[in-house]
């Protein structure tokens, strides 16, 4: 279920400016590539590969002058952006320059010949109608008016950044639980730990709860029984949690966790998946192919989870970054589908019976089930 949910996925490309790291991420209805900036997009489907137009960036990669302020407003249908041009010696509506697309937005002037830029965004928090967008000039205020696309999504302000994506994922994940699985147990822990501070969300770590339990180090509990023995008791934990609403869970890294194994997935189903990966892919042709290859070959993070982020490299000083880029992605993955929150509630309500994405009617017995998948390992 699972593998076919995930080769119908489409894909898109998208570019983030870091000075230091590459990171990538996808989704199960996208998927986004973060190498360098002004990347071609391409869109995957069942016939390959073909390209579609350019989308320009995902970090808010934005400029304004250091006297620039504004004043933002949403509205059920569009949102206000009042821009202060005081002690700007603008004659008149034909000194200002206002370009738009559907996620970027560009306000410059024009003083004593120079043409001074106000705002330069390549990040709107969500997109617009372009062809709708209406400015006009009000004391000593430009006022911008934009027409949002989901006039049911609340905008917290004009771009998207860490502190928008914050407050305005609340609305959208209606509660719901994130985990964090992938290939570092370390990674999965900081990166939780700056989603749970942001969202509001109780931080739970399998690692420490399993240590507790065991009152042994999980290092040296793989080396007395395995990490089978691991992955059977991190399971149970798991389960436990799978009621929890509001919280950000941890989980083990690489094969020793539930999460290395495709028959132990059935609980963590219960909330949004994030899975962190660590890529050799140096340009944008290997990142693709990469991508495709995992998706083709099954793997369990690609096939299983919601989310997933590649990044080259690890500095704990940029968890904040792929934390961002996950809640990015968790934002276009519930705004492609609504119901998602709520069918993951209806999953739990039901007893996490493992048949996610395809939730069978009460009272169907996954004992019984000829689709099960079967028992599966990470794949390195």
Known sequence: MASAAASASSMLCLSLQNPTKTLHFSIKTHSFHFLKPHLPAFRRYS????????????????????????????????????????????????????????????????????????????????????????????????????????????????????????????????????????????????????????????????????????????????????????????SAILESLSCHVRAVVATLGGSHGAAGRTDKWRHLYSGFSIWLSQTEATDEDSAKEEARRHIEDGNVGYTNADVVVKLQGWDADHAKSVAQASLSALKRLILSDKKLPGKKSLYIRLGCRGDWPNIKPPGWDPSTATDAPPPATLQN
């Open 47 to 234: 016939a390959g590969v073909t390209p579609i137009s350019p989308l320009r960036g995902f970090s808010c990669n934005c400029s304004s002058t250091n006297t620039t302020h504004y004043e933002f407003s949403d509205g059920s249908s569009e949102v206000e952006l009042r821009l202060q041009l005081g002690g700007q010696d603008v004659l008149s509506a034909k000194d200002i320059f206002v370009d738009v697309d559907g996620t970027s937005l560009t306000v410059k002037i024009q003083q004593a010949g120079s043409i001074i830029t106000l705002i330069d965004t390549n990040s709107l928090f969500e997109k617009i109608k372009p062809a709708e967008t209406i400015w006009y000039i009000d004391d000593d205020q430009l006022v911008i008016s934009l027409k949002k696309q989901d006039p049911n999504l609340k905008w917290p302000d004009i771009m998207e950044s860490w502190e928008s994506l914050s407050a305005g994922s609340m609305q959208l994940l209606k509660g719901t639980s994130i985990y964090i699985v992938g290939d570092s147990t370390e990674i999965n822990q900081k990166v939780a730990r700056e989603l749970a501070v942001a969202l509001g969300y109780t931080p739970l770590v399998t690692k420490e709860l399993l240590e507790t339990f065991a009152k042994q180090t999980v290092d040296s509990w793989v080396l007395a029984k395995g990490s089978d023995s691991v992955a059977e008791a991190e």
